[in-house]
């Protein structure tokens, strides 16, 4: 009777013991993110935002110095590879920041819900046009405008390019390279471009091109490597890419051809991961890069700091700002870009 009782007592004790640890392992684990935050952090980055030539790097141990909080860079794709990684990770969260998703593909990003909104105090020193997502869940960090870059020694005068119509013209003839708007954000932002300019009629300017287009190559790397090596003399690029190579090679060789219809404008946005258990350490990460690190940034990426309050090299003298920036509606984009590929494609492979 005593070893009976004396077994009961003992799984009473057991079982108690059980649950106690259980609930304190639930009580853990629904706590409020605030609440587990440690010292570090994971970014997702573009491949050349990470890269040896990239801000990466310079941008992390000027954060770190600053605030801390240890930082996990990791290369991740381009855009649309950084979305997928995020979404094929939202059961086990990974980033707590994904930096660099463009302007056309915010309505992609916004529709898989995995991006919390967040007010960064910087936000109210950045241009209103800049900011191409209202409910700040893509904040905007450095932008460029699209544009033909030529090479000063071999095209001059009147054959400098004065709008996209007269790429067409037969003078031009191989001596022009495009990058495939399937493999590139730099090739779709000139086929956007095309739309923003000629509309439904977008597709006349692609069949007019193609004579005058040495190659079309898979990315802007290869097609700037090209141009810079005397391939061809016209290349598509940024009205930025002149800049570098003053800064680090001394020459003003390159040019940027700047057309009164208008460029494409061109947006990266850094977004807090909405299942990040380090939020208060993202918000800090998104917040530097909106401030302090907007000049690293601008010029190592060679493009525009959006914040207002950012300086620039004497440089950028060589880096026009256009007079007119077109954009299109992110919106009409995820409507819209399948079918204005397929189009293309249909075209450029006859």
Same mark, same amino acid.
């Given at each position: 009777?005593?070893?009976?009782?004396?077994?009961?007592?003992?799984?009473?004790?057991?079982?108690?013991?059980?649950?106690?640890?259980?609930?304190?392992?639930?009580?853990?684990?629904?706590?409020?993110?605030?609440?587990?935050?440690?010292?570090?952090?994971?970014?997702?980055?573009?491949?050349?935002?990470?890269?040896?030539?990239?801000?990466?790097?310079?941008?992390? /141990?000027?954060?770190? &110095?600053?605030?801390? +909080?240890?930082? %996990?860079?990791?290369?991740?794709?381009? #855009?649309?590879?950084? =979305?997928?990684?995020?979404?094929?990770?939202?059961?086990?969260?990974?980033?707590?920041?994904?930096?660099?998703?463009?302007?056309?593909?915010?309505?992609?990003?916004?529709?898989?819900?995995?991006?919390?909104?967040?007010?960064?105090?910087?936000?109210?020193?950045?241009?209103?046009?800049?900011?191409?997502?209202?409910?700040?869940?893509?904040?905007?960090?450095?932008?460029?405008?699209?544009?033909?870059?030529?090479?000063?020694?071999?095209?001059?005068?009147?054959?400098?390019?004065?709008?996209?119509?007269?790429?067409? /013209?037969?003078?031009? &003839?191989?001596?022009? +390279?495009?990058? %495939?708007?399937?493999?590139?954000?730099? #090739?779709?932002?000139? =086929?956007?471009?095309?739309?923003?300019?000629?509309?439904?009629?977008?597709?006349?300017?692609?069949?007019?091109?193609?004579?005058?287009?040495?190659?079309?190559?898979?990315?802007?790397?290869?097609?700037?490597?090209?141009?810079?090596?005397?391939?061809?003399?016209?290349?598509?690029?940024?009205?930025?890419s002149p800049a570098y190579h003053v800064m680090w090679?001394?020459?003003?060789?390159?040019?940027?051809?700047?057309?009164?219809?208008?460029?494409?404008?061109?947006?990266?946005?850094?977004?807090?991961?909405?299942?990040?258990?380090?939020?208060?350490?993202?918000?800090?990460?998104?917040?530097?890069?909106?401030?302090?690190?907007?000049?690293?940034?601008?010029?190592?990426?060679?493009?525009?700091?959006?914040?207002?309050?950012?300086?620039?090299?004497?440089?950028?003298?060589?880096?026009?700002?256009?007079?007119?920036?077109?954009?299109?509606?992110?919106?009409?984009?995820?409507?819209?870009?399948?079918?204005?590929?397929?189009?293309?494609?249909?075209?450029?492979?006859?």
């Open positions: 009777m005593k070893k009976h009782i004396l077994f009961i007592v003992m799984l009473i004790a057991l079982t108690t013991a059980n649950l106690f640890a259980q609930g304190a392992k639930d009580s853990q684990t629904n706590l409020p993110s605030q609440q587990i935050e440690d010292n570090t952090l994971t970014v997702y980055a573009y491949d050349s935002f990470c890269g040896e030539w990239g801000p990466g790097q310079k941008v992390i /141990d000027s954060f770190e &110095k600053k605030t801390g +909080i240890k930082v %996990d860079l990791i290369s991740a794709g381009d #855009g649309p590879q950084m =979305l997928n990684k995020v979404e094929l990770e939202k059961d086990s969260p990974v980033a707590d920041v994904v930096l660099g998703i463009p302007n056309d593909l915010a309505a992609k990003a916004l529709n898989t819900s995995l991006f919390e909104a967040y007010d960064a105090p910087a936000i109210k020193d950045i241009p209103s046009h800049l900011i191409f997502d209202k409910t700040n869940t893509l904040n905007p960090f450095d932008y460029g405008d699209f544009a033909f870059v030529y090479d000063s020694e071999k095209i001059k005068g009147d054959d400098i390019p004065k709008s996209l119509e007269e790429l067409t /013209d037969p003078k031009y &003839k191989d001596k022009i +390279i495009l990058i %495939d708007p399937r493999t590139s954000t730099v #090739g779709l932002g000139l =086929l956007l471009w095309t739309r923003e300019v000629f509309g439904d009629d977008y597709l006349t300017w692609w069949e007019n091109i193609k004579d005058n287009a040495l190659t079309i190559t898979d990315g802007w790397s290869s097609a700037y490597g090209m141009f810079t090596e005397g391939e061809a003399p016209i290349v598509l690029s940024y009205t930025t090679e001394d020459t003003t060789r390159y040019r940027a051809a700047i057309f009164a219809e208008g460029h494409s404008l061109t947006i990266e946005g850094v977004a807090l991961v909405k299942s990040s258990l380090r939020k208060e350490n993202a918000k800090k990460f998104i917040e530097f890069v909106l401030s302090d690190a907007q000049y690293d940034i601008a010029v190592t990426n060679t493009m525009y700091p959006t914040n207002s309050t950012s300086s620039l090299p004497d440089a950028y003298e060589w880096a026009p700002i256009p007079e007119k920036q077109l954009s299109i509606d992110y919106k009409d984009i995820d409507e819209n870009l399948d079918m204005w590929l397929e189009q293309w494609t249909t075209l450029m492979s006859k």
